[in-house]
């Protein structure tokens, strides 16, 4: 357990309350480490994460990985279920019970991993058996069994629930219940009567997240939702003003009106106080933004047109400042990458400067957006169309050899996209740099795994890094967009894009299924397991289930939303508001505080994926990273 739960504290004392892109990352590097006990300082602030080695584990290589990890499909069931299935079966049976026994398929020796044991929750233990068949045999007859440890020695048969990792262990054998492609939903959940009451239990749970913030936090930044005491590190009223234009969309209008006129009187664009310029924009900048296109309010234009001209001294140059204090325009570097600018947060403002221009009239901030990305482009990376995670701001070279579309990368590819679409569909620069990075993604990071799970991995020099953060999961969402728009203009690589989005969607899901919810990075070594054990109520797998129910109207994609919408329910609902969790595995481990992006992007997602034809959708707008809906048309 101790590597997990080293991760675990390097989140809980990440130096900055924020957890968007790059929080796992940054718990990776330098300064906090030595804060912790029994873990190495690490003095060099962009130097490869802390656990190392595991990538050692996958044996092929990357050429052979992106065909598919084991090279082989003998050890998945042609005939397994697949996860849509499962979750029909399950709902199907009122008030639970164990899956239908067609559903329940019993393979071979092949899934059984030897000299190793999986850890995780005991269903039962100690039984005797003979051989590891019989030990699965009785995981197979036993209820809530998905995993199983057998001891060759003592003859012991081990039935587990959830497996939160594995470890090496002499005379072990440990293995899934079986060895479907895809895992069954052991614990049952409650079908929805429909999809309008399902949207309701989502406002509900809005209400409960905003009705906690009101009541101990307003106009403050976030909720610390077990000790009710509030966090201020933006002083911006974070969370008020990342929620309005979801306020809005649910029809919460007298909580909309209260929360304009605290803009309007209270929102001190200039807080003494170094921020990020990154989270600032998408979260602060992005929801006034929204609320101006939703509302055509002025006053949230005023303001944002304020708050942008506090950002603009960290906007100028070819690479934008990462922090800024606001009072004083004083720029610098974070923290814990001092001379470096992060990939994602570079590539991230152009969507919210777009609106800004067209709601303006004042072209010189689409002119700051626009800029990075043609600096971008003049400046080939390493492999074309991936981009190192970190950039020198000064000299423009790339430093390290990191991709990721994960932490510290995910969101430049995002607004590649959004950013060709908020234009008219008519910007080649946009158009192609996206395509050349999907293109590259396609062939360098994408593998399946043994079991049949395909997944966006990572680069590390030469090699894959084959782990995969739950931020990556918002690209099946972004593919699935490209698809719909048709990005390409061949019809079959867009219908290929739409396949990779489904294909990864399905592993983000299973990263619900196998624990009692997502953890938030998991490896592939070369089963699914547990990477980093902490959960942040985020919402990258929702945003992508909604995107793909308004591509495809497959049921599957509600479907999955609303098993995760209980797990948040189940897992992260405190008496004032939702809590994030240290380990998924332990309902004891929570944090106290509620992320505003819950408020802002994840309920929005999940009511917007129940809500029949939501005006506000994929065709009309373009949602920038923190789920701020931005108009297509604003610009005619
Ligand atoms: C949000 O702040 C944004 O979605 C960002 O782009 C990535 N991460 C967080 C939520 O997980």
Redesign the pocket.
Known sequence: MTLVFTSVLFMAYAPEG????H?HARASFGSTSSALPGVASNPTPLAPPLVAGRTGSVRRSPAIQSKGASGSTSQVSKNAPSTSDLVDAAMKRPGGGRPAASVVKRAEGPCFERDTDYYGNDVEGGHDAETPEECQEQCVKTDKCNYFTFEVDRNMCWLKNTKLGRRPGKQLVSGPRNCSARMELRDLYEHYESPAAAADAVLGAFKHAWGSYSQYCFGQDELRPLSRGCINEFGMGLTLVDSLDTLYILGLDEEFEKAKLWVSKNLRVKPHKQVSVF?TI??VLGGLLSAHGLSQDKIFLDKALALANSLSPALTGNIPKSKINLATGQIGQHGWAPNAAII?EVG?LQVEMWYLTQASREQHWNDYGEHVIQYLDGRKPPIHGLYPTFINPHSGSYMQSHISFGALG??LY?YLLKMWILKGKKDDMYRRMYLESIQAMMDKLLVKSNEGLWYIAEMRGNGLDHKMD??TC?APGMLALGAHHKVSKDDEVNKKHLKVAEDVAETCVQMYMRWPISPEMVRFTPYMTMGTATN?????TV?SLFVLWQVTKDPKWRKYGWVIFQKFERHLRVEHGYASLNHVGDPGSKADKM???LL??SYKYLYLLFKENPSVNIDSYVFN???HPMPVNAGQ
């Open positions: 924020l957890r968007g892109h929080a989270e998408i979260r994602a991230s995910d969101s995002e739950h931020l918002f942040f109520q985020r919402p990258e945003e992320e505003s992006f802002a992007e990273t923190e789920a």
